[in-house]
């Protein structure tokens, strides 16, 4: 099985940072993309950063310039560190993974969550 966990959230005050990390462990046989989502209440999930194994990222307007993704496959670890924050950078923070098992068919896998608030 794998599982996939994250840390690093917590509280900061406008224009401070944070710097957010997701390890997975288990069963791996290889990892493909990974990435970071977010999602404030009442509001859908949306991406917000990814990357591929090769190291190509990719972001969303909102966060370009402030964000960066990175990731250490050695440690299958994705982080993104977050500066400059903004009161709409709120929100539950979530790691994505696309996984394939030994032998098995890559698929997305989840972490639970850790949040992110935005606060003076």
């Known amino acids: 099985q794998v599982q996939l966990v994250e840390s690093g959230g917590g509280l900061v005050q406008p224009g401070g940072s944070l710097r957010l990390s997701c390890a997975a462990s288990?069963?791996?046989?290889?990892?493909?993309?990974m990435g970071w989502y977010r999602q404030a209440p009442g509001k859908q999930r949306e991406l917000v950063a990814i990357?591929?194994?090769?190291?190509?990222?990719n972001y969303a307007d909102s966060v370009k310039g402030r964000f960066t993704i990175s990731r250490d496959n050695a440690k299958n670890t994705v982080h993104l560190q977050m500066n400059s924050l903004k009161p709409e950078d709120t929100a539950v923070y979530y790691c994505?993974?696309?996984?394939?098992?030994?032998?098995?068919?890559?698929?997305?896998?989840w972490g639970q969550g850790t949040q992110v608030t935005v606060s003076s």
């Open positions: 994505n993974a696309e996984i394939r098992l030994f032998w098995g068919t890559p698929r997305d896998y």
């Open positions: 288990g069963t791996i046989g290889s990892i493909n993309g």
């Open positions: 990357i591929a194994d090769g190291g190509t990222s």
